[in-house]
């Protein structure tokens, strides 16, 4: 043990405690855990690390992250090499994006969404002919509505009355009929750009950034364009993966064990709290466990004995989507990380997939290209491209056939805007739709983030971070509060850990 570990390690011994599912939610969770002196197990179905957050090889040398690429506040990954002693960029690099996002319009107009604010609001005057000072102080307002709420609705638990007694939360609460309970995202912003509904549709997209509708979610979720524009997005050295491997380093250093191919399958309990876990090869005794796995299957699956929050559990998911991961024999010099082609009709689009479940003919397409940045994640002279459709989640629909038509859909729309017929060029494939995404996470419906956050008590119907019945019982991970996305996960891990230290 280093000595800065000792330091920092907790000296009182603690209760084992048992984490289900590695998911980036757990792997936080256990690291807190076992510096606060915890003696750590992380049980966990798949034969590795990562949940959502893995990586794919296809043959041909095409390395993927196969879910998140979008990387915002990593200070939150570097607080947990800090907490233990180390220097963070030791272990884990990144670098601030600049292009953040290259946007293609089907009407041929492309836009390029620089790091810089001022530089952006340029682009979207010369592009769009949006005067810069107005795109400026809509950037401005998306801040300020992100430092009226975020401390309050992402760091702390919504369900803990003691939350309520703090001056700054209840300043929060106060601020949220101005901040927009009453109006939707893409009223806020046909309000601030009634010119111009390219930049409208531009920050709509950012309700997908919860899996939500930008038609219906409350305009408070304007304050998602400041995570990227204001705070900015990153690129982890080594694509998304390498969060959760050096996280998991990490945890293995300070002693956390990891059981792989170990699914649980009950969690044990007896008056009123949990006393241990089933799983697939072995009983054991745990007086403290934490659910990292989706909170509908932890009730369903493995707390089926016990009542479960059904009004919570019964909230609308989040969308899911559908991925293309296609390795390509070409480089398109026009393309960074993040590209985004949108559809003609973005309201289609979304009453597609909340209203009638479906996938709308000519669906928005993302492509996330990584090997610019790695070049070891494509041979040379070729790209690996991340194409992603938001879908909603699995109900049983017939997704072959979806799937069938969405890839002559994408491959049209990337093919007209890159002026190249895409689909000569795909080299290896390999796709992943809402029901892959549910049987290799658990994720309720392959939704990604949970429920989804369309209504304006969204955030309080959430999960709580703990359970109402059953003591010695916690939950992290996209499903539960705060939500979904990489940050709000390893802020789920901090409350978790400051729960069971209270
Ligand atoms: C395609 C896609 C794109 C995304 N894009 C972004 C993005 O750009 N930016 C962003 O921030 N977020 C993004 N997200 C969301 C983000 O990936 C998730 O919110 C986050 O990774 C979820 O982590 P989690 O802790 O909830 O665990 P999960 O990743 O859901 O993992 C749960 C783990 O629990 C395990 N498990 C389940 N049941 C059991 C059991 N009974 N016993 C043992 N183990 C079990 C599973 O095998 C899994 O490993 C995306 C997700 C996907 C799928």
Redesign the pocket.
Known sequence: MSASRSARKSNSPKQPAAI???????IATAVRLALAGHKVTV????ES?????HQLVLPGGYRFDG?????TLPHLVDELFRLAGREPKEHFRYQRLDPITQYFFPDGTQLTAWADEEKFAQEVEQKLGVPAPEVLQFLKRSRLAYDATADTFLQKSLHKARTYLSADVLKALAALPRLGLTSTMHQRHTAAFPQEPRLVQLFDRFATYNGSDPYQAPATLSMIPHLEHGLGAFYPEGGIYAIAESLVKLAEELGVQFRYNE??EEILTAAGRVTGLRTTQEVYDFGLVVS???VV?TYRR?LHKEPAPERTLRQPRSSS?L?FYWGIGQRFPQLGVHNIFFSEDYKREFDAIFQEKTIAADPTVYVNITSGHTPTDAPEGHENWFV?VNVPHDQGQDWPTLVARTREAVLSRVSQALGTDVGQLIRAEHVWDPPG?EA????FGGA??GSSSNNTMAAFLRHPNFSQQLEGLYF????VHPG????L?LLSARIVADLIAQ
């Open positions: 289900i599912g590695a998911g980036i939610g757990g049980f966990e179905a798949q690390f990562g949940g959502k957050m879910g998140p690429s979008l990387f699914p649980v990292n796995m989706d299957p493995l989507a991925i992603m995404i290799r996470t658990s994720s990604l983030y992290c991970g996209g499903s979904g996305g990489i940050p996960c």
